[in-house]
């Protein structure tokens, strides 16, 4: 008799009353804080991707976090729930750099804070953590003379090759970083990103990409106008 009643008082919850103005409320914070975290990414992200365009999935999920855990919380059953849709339901997301993966780690955790009604924590534990994003982007070391980045694209899957790409490359320029190298079988795509003295530089490993292949297409890009 005391199992049967410890199981089933296990399995039924005491109900817990979901005010819409506190719903309301944590909605509007969600949506503030990831419209902040939106222009910080803008701003201070390094991602070879359209960082704007990205940054507007933030309010969405972090919205949606908030509005699913506010209803599961007040339900056991709701929760295992949700553990069984997410297992049919896959979300996949072209995520190719780990910065884009913590920005949305981030709008998650504000979500998760919001709708479990921690709200002096969430905005506590997101004003500390956005300060050192900015910190740390303050603090980092000015960049080099026009600092670009530099992608090239190639339709030839034979030639050139990487190793080309950079025995070419590296020796017009002070600095040298690939971020992102993709290889496809109609050919190859690498995003450096590269610091020049002065546009001489810029000109020279031009003309010697170009002797590689006429086919070869070439972008230098201002690193700090990626948005």
């Given at each position: 008799?005391?199992?049967t009643w410890s199981l089933e008082s296990f399995f039924t919850p005491p109900s817990v009353e979901i005010r819409l103005v506190d719903v309301l409320l944590n909605l509007g914070i969600a949506a503030l804080l990831a419209f902040v975290l939106g222009r910080i990414y803008v701003r201070y992200g390094t991602s070879l991707s359209n960082r704007r365009l990205f940054a507007g999935n933030f309010l969405l999920l972090a919205c949606t976090t908030t509005l699913v855990i506010t209803i599961v919380k007040s339900s056991l059953a709701?929760?295992?729930?949700l553990v069984g849709a997410l297992s049919i339901v896959r979300f996949r997301s072209?995520?190719?750099e780990p910065e884009e993966l913590t920005y949305l780690f981030l709008a998650i955790a504000i979500g998760l804070g919001l709708g479990a009604d921690q709200t002096l924590l969430t905005i506590v534990a997101y004003v500390f953590i956005v300060g050192l994003l900015i910190l740390r982007s303050v603090r980092k070391k000015p960049a080099s003379f026009q600092n670009l980045y530099l992608t090239i694209a190639t339709k030839n899957p034979s030639r050139p090759s990487l190793d080309e790409v950079v025995a070419v490359v590296e020796p017009g320029c002070t600095s040298l970083d690939l971020r992102r190298f993709d290889e496809r079988p109609d050919g190859l795509e690498a995003s450096f990103l590269v610091g020049f003295e002065g546009f001489q530089q810029v000109e020279r490993v031009r003309q010697d990409l170009r002797k590689l292949s006429e086919s070869i297409e070439i972008s230098f890009i201002d690193n700090?106008?990626?948005i």
């Open positions: 008799m005391g199992n709701l929760s295992l729930g072209a995520i190719k700090r106008g990626i």
